[in-house]
């Protein structure tokens, strides 16, 4: 299995299990009522490769999906698809968009290998993720919602580089973020996020080529 299949059945998985109408009763099979519409999952990053191969597979199940862009004009809605805007730049949100969605999978971020990493670039790669975490948190705060879940992309860039190959003491996901670009970019990315408290779940991924 690809690293990104795994992380889109990671992702499919916690919605599932976040979705009460399949919460297991007394120990069994979860019991799933057939009359209640699928849920809507709000996506920040969509746009992306992860993004839209997690859509597919939402929409494959009849999930509903509304991705979030700073240009909705340019997607390709289709049944069960559409686009919404947002700005972390500007902290702006489609407020109804918000309010629709029961699941929330925050992908958003500057890719970090497309470009030199020139101070400029630098930031825009961590702003890109720490703005859109902020908006997240500061929309569940102020916006009535129906929001279950919160899953947020991280990346194995908190751990640093492995100290020898092979690895004589695999990182383990308690460990401290790594002093440097990355691990404080990725420190700063998950605080944004832990405002939202107990519906959050954190998927640190490693980089897609």
């Given at each position: 299995?690809?690293?990104?299949?795994?992380?889109?059945?990671?992702?499919?998985?916690?919605?599932?299990?976040s979705?009460?109408?399949?919460?297991?009763?007394?120990?069994?099979?979860?019991?799933?009522?057939?009359?209640?519409?699928?849920?809507?999952?709000?996506?920040?990053?969509?746009?992306?490769?992860?993004?839209?191969?997690?859509?597919?597979?939402?929409?494959?199940?009849n999930?509903?999906?509304?991705?979030?862009?700073?240009?909705?004009?340019?997607?390709?809605?289709?049944?069960?698809?559409?686009?919404?805007?947002?700005?972390?730049?500007?902290?702006?949100?489609?407020?109804?968009?918000?309010?629709?969605?029961?699941?929330?999978?925050?992908l958003?971020?500057?890719?970090?290998?497309?470009?030199?990493?020139?101070?400029?670039?630098?930031a825009?790669?961590?702003?890109?993720?720490?703005?859109?975490?902020?908006?997240?948190?500061?929309?569940?705060?102020?916006?009535?919602?129906?929001?279950?879940?919160?899953?947020?992309?991280?990346?194995?860039?908190?751990?640093?580089?492995?100290?020898?190959?092979?690895?004589?003491?695999p990182?383990?996901?308690?460990?401290?973020?790594?002093?440097?670009?990355?691990?404080?970019?990725?420190?700063d990315?998950?605080?944004?996020?832990?405002?939202?408290?107990?519906?959050t779940?954190?998927?640190?991924?490693?980089?897609?080529?």
């Amino acid at each position: 299995m690809k690293v990104d299949e795994l992380s889109i059945t990671g992702f499919l998985a916690f919605i599932y299990c976040s979705n009460p109408k399949n919460a297991p009763m007394n120990g069994n099979r979860p019991q799933i009522d057939v009359d209640l519409p699928m849920p809507t999952v709000l996506i920040t990053g969509g746009t992306g490769t992860i993004g839209k191969s997690l859509s597919l597979a939402l929409l494959r199940k009849n999930y509903k999906v509304i991705i979030l862009t700073r240009d909705p004009s340019a997607g390709q809605p289709q049944p069960g698809l559409s686009y919404s805007y947002w700005d972390p730049g500007k902290q702006k949100i489609d407020s109804d968009a918000f309010c629709s969605a029961d699941h929330i999978i925050h992908l958003a971020g500057a890719g970090v290998a497309d470009k030199r990493w020139s101070k400029n670039r630098k930031a825009e790669i961590r702003d890109s993720r720490v703005k859109g975490g902020e908006l997240l948190v500061h929309s569940l705060k102020n916006l009535p919602h129906k929001i279950n879940s919160l899953v947020s992309s991280s990346a194995i860039g908190w751990y640093g580089p492995d100290p020898a190959v092979p690895n004589p003491h695999p990182f383990k996901e308690t460990d401290p973020w790594a002093p440097g670009f990355l691990g404080e970019t990725c420190r700063d990315w998950e605080n944004s996020i832990a405002p939202a408290g107990e519906m959050t779940r954190l998927d640190r991924k490693s980089t897609r080529l």
